[in-house]
């Protein structure tokens, strides 16, 4: 060791009349302005000490800048409680003691129809939904308006949850990164894929993954986008089915069923999941690929919307179904076609469609 370092240490200790202990902030905050550490940091580069260039003081910048350096770490907030999952009821009483006026202004709870289509709906459509539960709707349609907020811990335990129930993980991840694409993101960031569905496609993941019913149809419906010639971005189609799921609500598709039901939120992510597995299944039995993403989910959006409760019923048949074991819609095995590789290809999703309905009905 330096002759002078130990000098002045050992001068410390018999000064202060106690044992040396390990250098803290407040030891490195007086330490880093003593004349022996600048000669110990030159006599150990082979520098004159009088000789200062332009490296030994920018060095000296940012070792006196210690004290007010702070590590950049985004403001989720889950560290308080690391590992903890949260569960959908808890997600949404934590959304429901916000201020969330700003995003329900935004809103508009029912497409506006004119001339012969409000005519025709008025006629022929489904039921108005009962009036006491359109709060409950216009807090659906509003958390589809709000975003993915970085200040909020509970955001970053939803995300958090959702990985670790699709990949098994017991461990904590970061909140931006590269393995949010391997879960069906386009990118590091999952804010950025939620346009038109906001955090309701969150919640809804969540839903599926969280609900004991759902979670083995969330898993096979992850393993099948995962599938070396049918692989699809699975939280991204999941965000595109959310998207369906707020445009029959505004349309009032799931009015009759609602109304029967005297409840919104669980009809709505019972018609989500009910959705979602009608696209896995169309998916798996007719041996889709990345390229007819747009196609399927045209389809499947004029199906839903007509069909509401036939897709209720087939989502009961297969929830029964798994309950009891037995073999499920997405279990048979078959030969996948001999398509190009997806990551050659682009996927379409509802947003990116063209507008196929004259009365007004396009995605929030």
């Known amino acids: 060791?330096?002759?002078?370092?130990?000098?002045?240490?050992?001068?410390?200790?018999?000064?202060d009349g106690q044992v040396s202990m390990p250098l803290g902030k407040e030891d490195i905050s007086a330490l880093k302005t003593h004349d022996v550490l600048r000669a110990l940091t030159a006599e150990t580069n082979g520098w004159e000490p009088g000789v200062v260039s332009a490296e030994v003081l920018q060095a000296q910048e940012e070792w006196e800048a210690v004290d007010t350096i702070h590590p950049e770490a985004e403001s989720w907030g889950y560290s308080d409680q690391p590992g903890?999952?949260?569960?959908?009821?808890?997600?949404?009483?934590?959304?429901?003691?916000?201020?969330?006026?700003?995003?329900?202004?935004?809103?508009?709870?029912?497409?506006?129809?004119?001339?012969?289509?409000a005519l025709r709906h008025c006629l022929f459509g489904p039921p108005k939904l009962h009036q006491g539960l359109r709060e409950e709707r216009d807090l659906v349609l509003t958390i589809a308006q709000c975003g993915l907020d970085s200040q909020d811990p509970v955001h970053?335990?939803?995300?958090?949850?959702?990985?670790?129930?699709?990949?098994?993980s017991k461990l904590d991840c970061a909140l931006r990164g590269d393995h949010w694409e391997d879960l069906g993101f386009q990118g590091a960031n999952p804010a950025t894929d939620l346009r038109g569905a906001g955090f309701l496609a969150l919640l809804h993941l969540l839903y599926l993954v969280m609900d004991a019913k759902t979670l083995l149809m969330a898993q096979e419906i992850f393993r099948l986008s995962r599938h070396h010639i049918q692989q699809f971005p699975f939280c991204l189609m999941s965000v595109n089915v959310t998207r369906i799921a707020i445009q029959a609500l505004r349309e009032e598709?799931?009015?009759?069923?609602?109304n029967r039901q005297q409840k919104v939120i669980a009809v709505v992510n019972s018609f989500y999941a009910a959705t979602f597995l009608r696209l896995a299944h169309i998916w798996r039995t007719q041996q889709k690929t990345i390229s007819d993403s747009g196609f399927v989910l045209k389809d499947l959006e004029a199906l839903a919307k007509k069909s509401p409760r036939r897709l209720l019923k087939t989502l009961e048949s297969y929830l029964a179904r798994a309950s009891k074991g037995q073999a499920s819609l997405l279990a048979q095995k078959y030969p996948g076609p001999q398509a190009s590789c997806a990551s050659d290809l682009t996927f379409t999703g509802v947003c990116d469609l063209q507008p196929h309905s004259s009365e007004g009905a396009g995605l929030i």
């Open 1 to 15: 060791m330096n002759e002078k370092f130990c000098s002045f240490y050992n001068e410390k200790e018999l000064k």
């Open 84 to 117: 903890q999952l949260i569960s959908f009821g808890e997600a949404l009483q934590h959304l429901q003691t916000l201020d969330l006026s700003s995003f329900k202004k935004r809103i508009q709870p029912t497409v506006r129809r004119t001339g012969l289509a």
């Open 156 to 168: 970053g335990r939803v995300l958090q949850t959702i990985y670790k129930k699709l990949t098994g």
């Open 253 to 258: 598709c799931l009015s009759r069923e609602c």
